[in-house]
């Protein structure tokens, strides 16, 4: 079986300030781990991936994401968050078969001016 | 290049009604996922089809059922409806079936039971 794990509901954050968004993972093979995001009343729009190789992950919109195999995290970061980054972000994994994917149950992102 | 496309947006039913619901992939994709999202919750895996066939399913009874057609576009069927059944509907496409490629959603059908 496959989860995710968002431990945290809301981040609030100040423009321009660094953010990071937290993901922690289970899954029985190697992991395929995405970031998504999702405005009010939309559908969900891609950020990233990991499937394989570098650790670190660039997106878009400025967004990036460290995978740590240890620690089992994939972590949404931006180094300078803007006002328009509010918004719900949800992590993702999927095992080396695909069909599934598992979503965490989404971190509300508020970044104040 | 036209994104995933579903219909309706909106409906509203009534309890122990029957609804489908439709979705176009992605230009060039060839595989078709449906996710219930209820509120305050993220998406929960329904089905996927892949060359026509229902190749995963998740949780979700019999009530639910689904098809692709030979141009890849598919629908959700959901039967007996419940108030439960009250949610977003997202369709996703990707191509191929591998775990690694991503997939795309639409902007999902809003679906409300009375």
């Known amino acids: 079986a496959q989860s995710v794990a968002q431990p945290e509901d809301q981040v609030n954050v100040a423009e321009g300030n660094p953010l990071t968004v937290k993901c922690t993972y289970s899954?029985?093979?190697?992991?395929?781990l995405f970031w998504y995001v999702q405005y009010p009343n939309r559908g969900l729009q891609f950020l990233l991936k990991y499937i394989t190789g570098d650790n670190l992950v660039k997106g878009s919109y400025g967004f990036e994401a460290e995978f740590n195999k240890s620690q089992t995290s994939f972590h949404l970061k931006k180094p300078s968050a803007l006002v328009s980054d509010s918004a719900l972000y949800f992590c993702a994994v999927r095992d080396g078969y695909a069909g599934k994917s598992t979503f965490g149950d989404g971190t509300t992102l508020t970044v104040k001016p | 290049d036209a994104g995933v496309t579903q219909s309706p947006t909106h409906l509203i039913k009534t309890r122990g009604q029957q609804v489908t619901l439709r979705c176009s992939p992605k230009?060039?994709?060839?595989?078709v996922s449906w996710y219930q999202q209820a509120l305050g919750q993220g998406p929960q895996f329904i089905f996927q089809?892949?060359?026509?066939?229902?190749?995963q399913r998740g949780n979700f009874p019999d009530r639910f059922s689904g098809h692709q057609f030979p141009n890849y576009s598919s629908e959700l069927n959901v039967n007996a409806l419940l108030l439960g059944d009250s949610a977003l509907y997202l369709c996703?496409?990707?191509?191929?079936?591998?775990?690694?490629?991503?997939?795309?959603f639409g902007e999902g059908s809003w679906l409300t039971v009375v």
């Open positions: 230009s060039g994709h060839d595989t």
């Open positions: 089809y892949y060359e026509e066939e229902e190749r």
């Open positions: 899954v029985s093979g190697n992991p395929y």
């Open positions: 996703a496409s990707s191509l191929g079936d591998s775990g690694g490629n991503t997939i795309y």
